[in-house]
């Protein structure tokens, strides 16, 4: 076990637990089972919890709880089938948010008993504790088989809201949106910008003067003369020599950051490399043209828990009377994704259909025209060529959509808006809640590194 394991989670698990466990004043209990990202990082994500039925703890009070030892040798048993972590969490109603003398003695039995039933090695990041206190707010610790524990010094919870807590910091208000105290928690991030063409050198740009700890910039392509429109500090002799798009958007980053951790990928998103370098990610920025580019990116923030946020842009036209185009509106489209609930594909950004045309085009270019022809196929929907004033619009949207997350600004609820359309010839900006959209009953959320990655067979080594 290392001494800097992170814990994250999803806003769904979590309204479950505070449901659960703040229910009615008395301790409750509940058990998460946590998957590991190490050795890429040392972080737990919970794909499941149990919750303790309050009838089965044989004595419950405002500070003092038994747990059944029928549920934890039945979590012992799923958790070894699936070689996962437990962390056994519970309540404190009155919101000391301290471990106590009690819960060390609770601990050393249940968690004892953890390490003393398993079969074989237990689990690189051990097993752990937690409690929650009446805000929501969690604090955890791991042990390792000696029974020595250790804080874990970040909880994050993924949901309308981006929660952060630290270990080492009392209760306080969320910090201020666009302050000192917002730079300082940015420095503590990584960001993924996964294409930095369009949107992506913008979102880049923004994250790095913004004072992301830390950018992960995905993108195999490189730079022509007809990206120096778009592609922010791109050059003539970028487009001449044919530099990588990552290697031109890292260098201008370098030269009014010197204190950012920069990692290039200058592959495909669909390759397994691209994808465990974003599962490291604190946020993820989606800013390619594909359906499969996106497809790739809502399995990965789902699967490693991570917030995500898309963005697109269109300029449709029409036809005048006299037969010359116009343009009909500009448009953009900003989403909002969080684990365990609506993605990217059942709110249907890319459909099977249109996955199926892309890699048909790609991989069989004859038989994809013979289909098209025939009207077996619509046609791929492509963004309108790229315009700059236009992709700041969106990157800046898309930017502020984070920052609303992680350091709410808002009037409503952040579950208000999932989804944000404006449209900019009719003056028009509308939202979407979370609850507009149906949740992803078949998807891989908080699968983690579980073999084939992402459920994919073509990602494995």
Not at 233 to 254: H, M, P, Q, T, Y
């Amino acid at each position: 076990m290392t001494d800097s394991y992170s814990l994250s989670l999803s806003g769904f698990h979590h309204q479950m637990l505070k449901k659960h466990l703040l229910g009615d004043g008395n301790e409750a209990a509940a058990v998460l089972f946590c998957r590991d990202l190490s050795p890429h990082r040392a972080k737990l994500l919970v794909f499941d919890v149990l919750l303790i039925p309050n009838d089965e703890c044989k004595i419950r009070r405002p500070d003092f709880i038994t747990w059944p030892g029928a549920r934890l040798s039945a979590a012992m048993d799923r958790a070894e089938d699936e070689c996962c972590s437990l962390i056994l969490i519970h309540s404190h109603p009155g919101g000391f948010l301290e471990f106590s003398g009690v819960d060390d003695d609770s601990d050393q039995s249940a968690i004892g008993s953890l390490f003393g039933g398993w079969s074989g090695e237990p689990p690189p990041a051990g097993h752990g504790s937690a409690i929650m206190v009446a805000s929501g707010r969690i604090r955890a610790r791991l042990y390792d088989p000696t029974m020595r524990s250790t804080p874990i010094p970040d909880v994050t919870v993924v949901g309308d809201d981006i929660l952060h807590w630290k270990d080492d910091q009392p209760e306080r208000p969320a910090v201020m949106a666009f302050g000192s105290g917002m730079t300082n928690e940015l420095a503590q991030l990584r960001a993924g910008v996964i294409g930095v063409s369009g949107t992506g050198s913008i979102i880049a740009e923004q994250a790095a003067r913004m004072g992301f700890g830390a950018l992960t910039l995905v993108d195999f392509d490189r730079i022509e003369h007809r990206n120096l429109n778009r592609i922010l500090g791109s050059s003539l002799e970028d487009a001449i020599g044919g530099e990588l798009k990552v290697n031109a958007v890292s260098r201008e980053i370098s030269r009014h950051r010197d204190q950012i951790l920069l990692q290039l990928v200058p592959t495909s998103i669909m390759t397994r490399e691209a994808v465990l370098a974003t599962a490291s990610c604190d946020i993820l920025f989606s800013c390619v043209d594909s359906a499969e580019g996106r497809h790739f990116v809502d399995l990965i923030a789902q699967a490693f828990v991570i917030p995500l946020i898309d963005m697109g842009v269109t300029i449709p036209t029409r036809r005048q009377r006299n037969g010359n185009p116009a343009i009909a509106e500009l448009m953009g489209r900003i989403d909002y994704v969080q684990p365990f609930g609506s993605t990217l594909g059942s709110r249907q950004v890319f459909t099977p259909a249109l996955l199926r045309a892309e890699y048909l085009a790609r991989a069989d270019p004859d038989a994809y025209a013979q289909e098209l022809k025939e009207g077996y196929i619509k046609g791929t929907l492509e963004e309108a060529p790229s315009v700059i004033s236009l992709n700041m619009r969106a990157a800046s949207s898309a930017m502020l959509e984070f920052v609303a997350r992680m350091f709410p600004f808002r009037h409503e609820p952040n579950r208000s808006a999932a989804r944000t359309l404006f449209a900019l010839a009719d003056g028009e900006e509308e939202r979407f809640s979370e609850d507009t959209f149906p949740v992803d009953e078949f998807g891989v959320a908080g699968r983690g590194l579980t073999a084939p990655l992402l459920g994919l067979p073509l990602l494995e080594a």
